[in-house]
């Protein structure tokens, strides 16, 4: 893609994207097709296979209230609380990748449905149960996505996500990048966290000097 538009490197089980999604939002609002938002998978915590101390559960939810205290966006911890819960991220993000067949505009719907559905509404997106749910609250049909995401091509395609994200020099989660300027350079607009005013803000000076 040559014209102006948006890499998002973000992940579905990430508290800061959460708390970034309504950011999303905004810019979808404020420039809409103009400004097209390609959506990466990063690659949080792809693989994990070690089940969740109790310590550890107590750590993530302190996180996740520096990410309330931020946003006002409501978190309910029960989504981690099953004894044994593994924070293993890639079956969410395959599943935003299956999505993102569909369209970008779909891969952020379910990039946003999943994160509400694990930090607001205490669900287990690492589950298919769920994953299959939430793809046909968006209107998917739940059977042939999840034939879809079992898929090993579907593994591989979701791995190659999270190998931009590093070739990118993506450390941490949410990044946005915007691009190409006049000399094809990609620039980033934020690392982690900003509200929403200031990226739309950066937005719309970086859009005025292309036009100019």
Request: glycine share 10%; charged share 25%.
């Amino acid at each position: 893609m040559t014209t102006p538009h948006l890499i998002y490197f973000s992940d579905p089980m990430c508290s800061w994207c959460y708390g970034f999604s309504p950011v999303v939002e905004d810019i979808r609002r404020t420039f809409g097709r103009s400004l097209p938002i390609r959506i990466v998978m990063g690659g949080l915590r792809p693989g994990t296979e070690t089940a969740m101390t109790e310590e550890a559960k107590l750590e993530v939810a302190n996180h996740w209230v520096h990410v309330h205290e931020a946003t006002g966006l409501p978190f309910d911890g029960s989504g981690m609380s099953a004894p044994g819960f593994i924070y293993d991220t890639d079956p969410a993000a395959r599943a935003v990748v299956i999505a993102r067949r569909d369209g970008e505009e779909m891969a952020a719907a379910f990039l946003a449905r999943t994160q509400k559905a694990f930090y607001a509404e205490g669900r287990d997106v690492t589950k298919a149960e769920t994953l299959g749910e939430i793809a046909e609250e968006l209107g998917l049909d739940r059977e042939l996505f999840l034939t879809a995401w079992a898929t090993e091509e579907a593994k591989q395609e979701t791995w190659r996500d999270y190998a931009i994200s590093q070739r990118a020099g993506v450390t941490g989660f949410p990044t946005l990048v915007a691009g190409p300027n006049e000399e094809g350079v990609y620039g980033v607009v934020t690392r982690g966290y900003a509200p929403g005013d200031q990226v739309i803000g950066i937005l719309k000076e970086w859009l005025e000097r292309i036009a100019a």
